[in-house]
């Protein structure tokens, strides 16, 4: 067409619209492939000491259609890196969960060690649960000078690996991939997060949130009547450096679920109620889970469902990291006492719905997503000695 024509500016406006409908149904093809992230989804990670043939704590989080587990994170705790690694794999299998990744994390705490650890019981009186420090004897499966080895598990050796990187940078990715909407869950020592902290300076003020399973407070009295073991904040001890670093860092929220954890034991009646449902899981849950207090299990039940709190209270709280008798010992003040070397509020859990939290864990046990038969993978049993605590119930 001429450029002098009296039509030009009709085509000029009509090629205008026609490409403007053309962008806005590229965009929409673009958001289409690439939705926006709610900012109401319960985004997870789980960082843990995962030393157990059956780790039922992982349960309440990946039975939860609520919840979205971005991935596990491993820590030397009650046992060595390796070993928990393949027990959380070979688990993940049985659960039919090998979607998630694993990803391991610190093999040492930042500054204790065996040695130390041993000194100070020289001077300051015997601990009862070293984790992966426990003395080896005939009958167990510790080795505390072995961290390569792997005891083998009576479920079988995992056919996956881990995911490639390292627990702190993988809890950096996923906050500043969704910043402001990830639980930090960590239910071992606190090892990974506090290197994640001293990584990136933002890492904790990016995160909605961490909730740890950690700072027993007045367990004395426990100890001295009833069992000292597991009156031991053995979380907080065995990394005290790494506890203070997390609990002091600028986390929008912090929530300790201490000394009631010890209230909800694994009893013979749970097992009961799992086996009603007969799934590889739940048998694996059932014979494989001593009767202890459920630590962990409840902890990541709070994380997916905060309503089972029923009592709190927020106050400052620190850990003592002097290399003393109260190394590792977790504090709390009023706000008229508190000392102010950097301590942060912390919500205490104090009480929880003890019934509706043993039915939704024997819930998420035998969730129908277990109960595939791809679910029931099965490998041959190896001969198998662990430590008292993960004896068959």
């Known amino acids: 067409m001429p450029p002098g024509s009296k039509f030009a500016p009709f085509v000029i406006s009509w090629v205008r619209l026609v490409a403007a409908l053309f962008a806005v149904i590229a965009g929409s093809t673009s958001a289409t492939a690439h939705p926006a992230t709610p900012d109401a989804s319960n985004f997870i ?4 000491d995962f030393f157990a043939p059956a780790n039922s704590d992982i349960l309440p989080l990946i039975a939860n259609p609520n919840v979205r587990v971005l991935g596990f994170t491993v820590v030397t705790g009650d046992g060595w890196l390796n070993e928990e690694t393949a027990d959380l794999l070979r688990f993940l299998e049985i659960a039919h969960r090998t979607d998630i990744p694993v990803v391991r994390g610190a093999e040492y705490p930042l500054v204790n060690t065996r040695a130390r650890t041993l000194a100070w019981e020289r001077q300051y009186g015997k601990l009862l649960w070293k984790g992966a420090w426990n003395d080896a004897a005939p009958g167990t499966a510790y080795h505390p000078d072995d961290p390569n080895r792997i005891s083998p598990s009576p479920l079988g050796a995992p056919t996956i690996a ?3 990187g390292t627990a702190a940078q993988f809890m950096i990715d996923q906050v500043h991939r969704f910043p402001h909407q990830v639980t930090i869950v960590a239910a071992g020592p606190l090892t990974n997060v506090a290197l994640a902290i001293r990584l990136d300076p933002q890492f904790a003020e990016l995160a909605k949130q961490l909730i740890f399973m950690g700072g027993y407070l007045d367990t004395s009295l426990q100890a001295a009547t009833g069992d000292a073991n597991v009156a031991t904040d053995f979380n907080i001890w065995f990394d005290a450096e790494a506890a203070h670093v997390a609990i002091t860092a600028p986390w929008p929220k912090i929530t300790s679920v201490g000394t009631v954890t010890n209230d ?23 014979k494989y889970t001593n009767p202890l207090p459920l630590w962990d299990q409840l902890v990541t039940a709070i994380a997916a469902d905060p309503t089972l709190v029923t009592k709190e209270i927020v106050a400052p709280m620190d850990v003592d990291i002097d290399h003393g008798m109260g190394y590792g010992t977790t504090h ?3 706000g008229e006492t508190a000392p102010h070397f950097g301590e942060r509020p912390v919500h205490v859990v104090l009480a ?3 019934p509706r939290f043993v039915t939704e864990f024997v819930r998420a046990a035998q969730s129908a997503r277990f109960c595939s038969s791809a679910a029931r993978a099965s490998s041959p049993r190896a001969s198998f000695s662990r430590p008292p605590r993960w004896t068959s119930s």
Do not use: C, G, H, M
């Open 45 to 48: 990670v789980y960082d843990n």
């Open 162 to 164: 881990a995911a490639p």
């Open 264 to 286: 909800v034991v694994f009893t013979p009646q749970i097992a009961a109620r799992l086996l009603a449902k007969k799934t590889a899981v739940t048998e694996a849950v059932a």
């Open 332 to 334: 709390i003040w009023s």
């Open 352 to 354: 929880v719905d003890e």
